[in-house]
């Protein structure tokens, strides 16, 4: 696709819906630097969950900025997986899930997210009023080491 095409595509859209019609061809249209500048113009949580998903060519630093503005927590815990996956430090992911004070996030996060400080969720799970996020703590992980 020649350049000048790229950039029609995926420059800033005048409305939202031509950015997720942007994100759905991501697949056959190929990764581009402008639909990621497209990304972080438009400051979406779920835009910016999306394009980290579907191309590992994302530049997930700078997504990230976007992602912890996020009132929606599942977002943060999602965009840790991918992150934590392709090897990147998600210990600022970490921070707002243990701060929220989820205890199923932060079961889920220690679970899931290669890179997860279980001694921080963990002693994070003890000073929550619930001890049963504990035993759920222990189960996931003892599923896990029993998957592998």
Known sequence: MPQAMAQRAYSLPADPLSLVEAL????????SHELQLAV???????????????APEAELESLEAIILRSND????????VVKGERGGDVSR??????????????VLFA????????DRIEAALR?????????HLELELHQREWNR
Request: glycine share 10%; proline share 3%.
């Open 24 to 31: 759905s061809r991501l697949r056959e249209q190929g990764w």
């Open 127 to 135: 000073a929550l009023p619930d001890a049963k996020f504990l035993r």
């Open 73 to 80: 927590l599942r977002i943060v815990f999602d965009f840790a």
């Open 40 to 54: 972080l113009a438009a400051g979406d949580p779920e835009f910016a969950y999306r394009l980290a998903h579907e």
């Open 93 to 106: 992911l970490e921070d707002a899930i243990v701060e929220s004070g989820d205890g199923g996030l932060m």
């Open 111 to 118: 679970a899931d997210v290669e890179g997860a400080d279980i």
